[in-house]
């Protein structure tokens, strides 16, 4: 498999000074359901900015290491043209506009892409065949919605754009532990039945190492295990650590 995703021996700072990441290296493959776990405040969400060349908008940047999309490195393209490229970020906060209906939070994700009507009904499709419940809210104004239901739309909008990489970070974020199930469950059946790649950052260890093939531990900006999702949630600093002491 060819990495699409590659971090490698990256090392980023805010503001010149505060050290985030300290040599970080991560491959995601073609195919790959990859998940990030962390505490908070271990690297996570500086990780997945830095992949979309978001840093310099928080004064960030990367100090050490490079790393590439497709071959290329991100640091040479605007977060809009990775975007354009198929690396779409969903990023935490969900950010929808409040007082557009969730439908037509969904068609922004098709802005700038181009795509025609035909690429806009198939995304709603697919939308909604993976979310039926935003089939349901479709005419609802997005700030009146649940939080899972934000959510979903907010990873709905991402996938408008239709992504090579996905990009999620902490999609459980306050979340109802059966929505966040609801969630996962999505993004697994998205992954096995279209093949689409996902780099998922999540707090949640449990769930995440449930639904992903593989996964990254984070820790103060390094990482420090890496593996098949199985093979890491059977390891014994894993359970104790981020497992609450108990088996995934
Ligand atoms: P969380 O789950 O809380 O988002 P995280 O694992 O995503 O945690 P980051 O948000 O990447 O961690 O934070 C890593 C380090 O960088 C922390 O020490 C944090 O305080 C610092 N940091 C994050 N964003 C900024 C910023 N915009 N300016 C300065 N420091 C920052």
């Known amino acids: 498999m060819a990495a699409l995703l590659e971090f490698e021996a990256v090392s980023a700072a805010y503001n010149g000074a505060i050290a985030a990441l300290n040599g970080v290296s991560l491959r995601v493959e073609e195919g790959d359901f990859a998940a990030l776990l962390g505490a908070n405040g271990a690297g996570k969400t500086t990780l997945l900015k830095a ?16 790393i590439r999309f497709e071959g290329r490195d991100v640091t040479e393209s605007s977060p809009g043209a990775h975007i354009r490229a198929g690396l779409v970020p969903v990023l935490e906060g969900r950010r929808l506009f409040k007082s557009l209906s969730i439908e037509e939070n969904l068609v922004t994700g098709a802005v700038g892409r181009g795509f025609g009507r035909r690429g806009v009904a198939e995304g709603l499709e697919l939308v909604y065949d993976l979310f039926p419940r935003l089939k349901q809210r ?17 990873i709905g ?41 996902l780099l998922v950052a999540e707090q949640n260890s449990a769930v995440a190492l449930r639904h992903a093939r593989h996964a990254t531990v984070i820790e103060n900006g ?11 949630a059977a390891r014994p600093e894993i359970r104790d650590s981020y497992l609450g002491g108990h088996a995934a």
């Open 138 to 154: 479709r005419r609802s104004v997005a700030g009146l919605t649940s939080g899972g239901e934000q959510q979903m739309a907010a």
């Open 157 to 197: 909008r991402g996938l408008m754009a239709k992504p090579r990489l996905f990009v999620l970070d902490e999609p459980s974020m306050g979340l109802a532990p059966l929505v966040v199930a609801e969630i996962f469950a999505a993004l697994e059946r998205l992954n096995r039945e279209t093949g689409l790649t």
């Open 222 to 232: 390094r990482s420090t295990l890496s593996g098949p999702a199985q093979e890491l």
């Open 51 to 66: 992949a979309s060349n978001l840093l310099p908008a928080e004064r960030g940047r990367i100090t050490a290491g490079h």
